[in-house]
């Protein structure tokens, strides 16, 4: 009988332990550009991303079943044979993660990002390996690809986590920031360098941690928590409460103009702020869309169909 109850014990234990990670991350492959390789790879590639996304944990938080934050990626393989070597492949990978809203069946996007700067080694018979320092990896492009999958994961664990306390995900950005900092380098490995581009993952992290863009996460706070989470109870506070304060972003874009940060932001909020502000009196919208012209030009047609 003691057996029995010890057993039931490490099995209850293991059940937790299984279920502490944080993501629950849904990987989609995309290879029809990609010929003369064993249909087999992709699969193994595939199903190594979601074990690693899934089964790595990223913080020191226990986190049930239901609380892991919903997530998806998308890799879509341009290319192979990079620097010549056949086991390597050029990507777009697109990012997405949702959060849900208190006391309705409403899921709030946390992120929707494309990142372009996707190159990777995969070999289906070494398993995916990350820590913080693997970037003095001397093979550059095996390392890339979980240094991605790295930074991505502590992103979306940091806007979670801002989303419910104020700079509550400062921790994940510095692991994300980290991970920036000890990038693999090598022949055909990009977006990790301030020279690359404006708008990479340096960027992106470099300005979530600057205090010129405080007023960002802030309103991030006040958007998720203070709001979409009270839009149940109180809708029409909480729709001004995220309208007024839109005024924050347009004097962080004032100081920091095109900012990667900011474009990042509206990346995943636009689609949410037209529907915010279409519910809102129409003698009110013109301020807010004179704002979200200015802050977000790609959608600015969408905002002006509410006048």
């Known amino acids: 009988m003691l057996k029995r109850s010890l057993s039931i014990c490490l ?14 991350c849904r990987v ?27 089964a790595h944990k990223w913080t020191s938080d226990e986190f049930a079943t239901n609380e892991k934050i919903d997530c998806s ?65 001397s093979d550059a492009m095996s390392a890339n690809l979980t240094s991605i999958l790295a930074f991505y994961s502590y992103i979306i664990l940091a806007l979670d986590y801002d989303s419910f306390a104020p700079n509550g995900g400062t921790a994940n950005l510095k692991k994300a920031q980290n991970v920036v900092n000890n990038a693999p380098d090598g022949k055909g490995v990009s977006g990790w360098k301030p020279v690359e581009s404006t708008r990479n993952r340096y960027w992106i992290i470099d300005q979530m ?27 029409n506070e909480a729709r001004m409460r995220i309208l007024s304060n839109i005024k ?30 279409s519910m809102a009196p129409k003698n009110e919208r013109p301020q807010y869309i004179t704002l979200l012209n200015a802050l977000d030009v790609p959608n600015a047609a969408k905002y002006n169909a509410l006048k």
């Open 11 to 24: 099995i209850v234990l293991c059940s937790l332990a299984a279920g502490a990670q944080e993501l629950n």
């Open 28 to 54: 989609t492959l995309l290879h029809d550009k990609i010929t003369g390789v064993d249909p087999q790879v992709f699969s193994n590639m595939q199903k190594a991303i979601t074990e690693f996304m899934n």
């Open 73 to 137: 990626i998308l890799i879509n393989l341009t290319g192979n044979n990079v620097n010549g070597d056949p086991d390597s492949y050029s990507a777009n990978m697109s990012i997405q993660a949702t959060r849900p809203v208190y006391n309705t069946g409403y899921t709030t996007k946390l992120i929707d990002y494309m990142d372009k700067d996707v190159a990777f080694k995969f070999s289906p018979f070494a398993p995916l390996h990350f820590d913080d320092n693997q970037g003095s990896s």
């Open 209 to 235: 941690l600057n205090t010129r863009f405080a007023d960002v996460r802030k309103y991030w706070y006040t958007m998720h928590r203070e709001s979409l989470d009270s839009m149940a109870a109180k809708p």
């Open 248 to 277: 924050k972003l347009y004097d962080v874009n004032r100081e920091n103009p095109s900012s990667a940060y900011l474009q990042f932001f509206f990346n995943a909020k636009s689609e949410e702020l037209i529907h915010i502000l």
